[in-house]
């Protein structure tokens, strides 16, 4: 793991978040403190209470962005949940352990991608072989006589390494990728099984089901398929092989308990003290169920235990009708760090259309110039469309800089519908097509509150 500090973290954040800056700093301290505590003096570690974090504002002004980019920096298991899907132990619906059990599942799936890419050169130069082994004795046929031993490398190798070589070389140049040969696959789709179980139980149907897809025959069945897909096919089953799965859990379940990142979405709508009434399941229930888990327990996966003694917990809510300290204590106490992110202003709607690495109009340039469309921003046009949304946003609803994308997306209509016939083009966006485009549906209010 990097161990990023604070500044960098920041600074890193900067490239694709505008503003906010109070909140950059506040998901730098919360991660660089996670690091601190891992490496005070172990018998301190324990007195030390995890310091996580709660972001508190208004919807659409880069809570989530901030938390999934600090995952992304930190190369961090990152998983999203909102936390009102949460009930309490025994009623039905998902309990909150199932969080760390779904961080495992895709903290696995990241190692295992990561260890198959760096096996993907040797498993390249095994399906290759493999490859060879299989033309061969095709091309036999092709070629006059010689009779004796179909099939095995050994009988290829036989006929002398020339042959052999020679096709690798058309093999490499892609002379054979016309080909077909015939391939084993084994039959990747499993048959549908449905395991009820009751609620709360979800690891055990996972067992059961995946004990019951092993007792079923694992099926292969012969496909003719064209060489360079037979050298993909072979490839990703020699990759399979190589990968050491028991390396893979191992290293995954240490990345999450050094440096996962759960993000707790709508923490706000579990903040509330007063007993419920109704068949509500008692929020006050559920904050009692998160805490172990924020302060630090074992939670048994089918991949093993995992500790989440360390994992960043990142909560996140508009708060509009409560407050954090609504929160049961204990909680409140376990996300000391709080930041409040500001509502997005026009300048920021600039900024966020023009500057970041991942801008709108970065996107839609490109995705217009796979259409061979040169597509050019002009600086006032860019400043109209940030006042259009912005107004937008203070007429109807608030959603944030998400209202950039309806609006960008509205403009660009026209030209994104007759693209193929502009290729070849050079498009200039003005201030006056903005107007033109946009300016009947912002006026009227009922219009824009279903178009833009
Ligand atoms: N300050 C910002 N800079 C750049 N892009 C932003 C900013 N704020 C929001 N965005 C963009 O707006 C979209 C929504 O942002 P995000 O998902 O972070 O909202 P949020 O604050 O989590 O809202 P919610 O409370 O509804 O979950 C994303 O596509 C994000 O890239
Ligand atoms: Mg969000």
Same mark, same amino acid.
């Given at each position: 793991?990097?161990? @990023?500090?604070?500044?960098?973290?920041?600074?890193?954040?900067?490239?694709?978040?505008?503003?906010?800056?109070?909140?950059?700093?506040?998901?730098?301290?919360?991660?660089?403190?996670?690091?601190?505590?891992?490496?005070?003096?172990?018998?301190?570690?324990?007195?030390?209470?995890?310091?996580?974090?709660? #972001?508190?504002?208004?919807?659409?002004?880069?809570?989530?962005?901030?938390?999934?980019?600090?995952?992304?920096?930190?190369?961090?298991?990152?998983?999203?949940?909102?936390?009102?899907?949460?009930?309490?132990?025994?009623?039905?619906?998902?309990?909150?352990?199932? *969080?760390?059990?779904?961080?495992?599942?895709?903290?696995?799936? #990241?190692?295992?991608?990561?260890?198959?890419?760096?096996?993907?050169?040797?498993?390249?130069? #095994?399906?290759?072989?493999?490859?060879?082994?299989?033309?061969?004795?095709?091309?036999?046929?092709?070629?006059?006589?010689?009779?004796?031993?179909?099939?095995?490398?050994?009988?290829?190798?036989?006929?002398?390494?020339?042959?052999?070589?020679?096709?690798?070389?058309?093999?490499?140049?892609?002379?054979?990728?016309?080909?077909?040969?015939?391939?084993?696959?084994?039959?990747?789709?499993?048959?549908?099984?449905?395991?009820?179980?009751?609620?709360?139980?979800?690891?055990?149907?996972?067992?059961?089901?995946?004990?019951?897809?092993?007792? *079923?025959?694992?099926?292969?069945?012969?496909?003719?398929?064209?060489?360079?897909?037979? %050298?993909?096919?072979?490839?990703?089953?020699?990759?399979?092989?190589?990968?050491?799965?028991?390396?893979?859990?191992?290293?995954?379940?240490?990345?999450?308990?050094?440096?996962?990142?759960?993000?707790?979405?709508?923490?706000?709508?579990?903040?509330?003290?007063?007993?419920?009434?109704?068949?509500?399941?008692?929020?006050?229930?559920?904050?009692?169920?998160?805490?172990?888990?924020?302060?630090?327990?074992?939670?048994?996966?089918?991949?093993?235990?995992?500790?989440?003694?360390?994992?960043?917990?990142?909560?996140?809510?508009?708060?509009?009708?409560?407050?954090?300290?609504?929160?049961?204590?204990?909680?409140?106490?376990?996300?000391?760090?709080?930041?409040? @992110?500001?509502?997005?202003?026009?300048?920021?709607?600039?900024?966020?259309?023009?500057?970041?690495?991942?801008?709108?109009?970065?996107?839609?340039?490109?995705?217009?110039?796979?259409?061979?469309?040169?597509?050019?921003?002009?600086?006032?046009?860019?400043?109209?469309?940030?006042?259009?949304?912005?107004?937008?946003?203070?007429?109807?609803?608030?959603?944030?800089?998400?209202?950039?994308?309806?609006?960008?997306?509205?403009?660009?209509?026209?030209?994104?519908?007759?693209?193929?016939?502009?290729?070849?083009?050079?498009?200039?966006?003005?201030?006056?097509?903005?107007?033109?485009?946009?300016?009947?549906?912002?006026?009227?209010?009922?219009?824009?509150?279903?178009? %833009?």
């Amino acid at each position: 793991m990097r161990d @990023l500090r604070p500044p960098e973290i920041v600074w890193e954040l900067d490239k694709y978040i505008v503003g906010q800056h109070e909140a950059k700093r506040s998901v730098a301290i919360a991660l660089r403190n996670r690091w601190r505590r891992q490496q005070v003096p172990e018998h301190l570690r324990d007195e030390i209470a995890p310091k996580n974090i709660i #972001m508190i504002g208004p919807t659409g002004v880069g809570k989530t962005e901030i938390a999934r980019r600090l995952a992304k920096l930190a190369n961090s298991p990152f998983l999203k949940i909102e936390a009102s899907r949460f009930t309490e132990v025994g009623y039905v619906g998902r309990d909150v352990e199932s *969080m760390v059990r779904d961080l495992t599942e895709l903290a696995v799936n #990241m190692v295992r991608a990561e260890e198959q890419e760096t096996v993907m050169v040797r498993a390249r130069e #095994m399906a290759e072989e493999k490859a060879l082994d299989i033309l061969l004795p095709a091309a036999r046929g092709q070629q006059p006589v010689e009779e004796g031993e179909f099939g095995s490398a050994h009988g290829a190798e036989e006929r002398g390494p020339s042959t052999r070589e020679k096709f690798r070389q058309l093999l490499r140049e892609g002379r054979l990728n016309d080909r077909y040969v015939d391939l084993e696959v084994t039959d990747r789709s499993h048959p549908m099984i449905e395991v009820f179980t009751s609620a709360g139980m979800e690891e055990m149907d996972v067992n059961l089901r995946e004990m019951l897809s092993n007792l *079923m025959p694992r099926r292969t069945k012969r496909r003719k398929v064209k060489v360079p897909e037979a %050298l993909e096919i072979l490839a990703q089953e020699e990759s399979q092989r190589l990968i050491d799965m028991d390396r893979v859990v191992k290293l995954a379940i240490e990345r999450i308990e050094h440096s996962g990142i759960i993000f707790l979405d709508e923490i706000d709508k579990i903040a509330s003290r007063e007993t419920t009434h109704g068949p509500d399941v008692s929020r006050e229930g559920v904050q009692r169920d998160l805490l172990p888990i924020v302060e630090g327990c074992t939670v048994h996966t089918k991949y093993g235990m995992v500790k989440t003694d360390h994992i960043l917990f990142i909560a996140s809510g508009a708060f509009h009708m409560s407050k954090p300290s609504d929160l049961i204590p204990e909680l409140q106490g376990r996300f000391p760090i709080r930041v409040e @992110l500001s509502p997005l202003s026009k300048d920021d709607f600039v900024r966020i259309l023009t500057e970041p690495e991942n801008a709108l109009t970065t996107q839609y340039r490109e995705l217009m110039a796979t259409e061979g469309i040169a597509l050019v921003f002009e600086a006032d046009s860019i400043d109209e469309l940030a006042q259009i949304a912005y107004e937008v946003n203070a007429r109807t609803e608030n959603i944030g800089a998400r209202r950039l994308h309806t609006v960008i997306e509205k403009l660009l209509e026209e030209i994104s519908f007759n693209a193929s016939q502009l290729a070849g083009q050079g498009i200039t966006i003005t201030r006056d097509y903005v107007r033109e485009r946009l300016r009947d549906i912002v006026k009227d209010v009922d219009l824009s509150r279903y178009i %833009l």
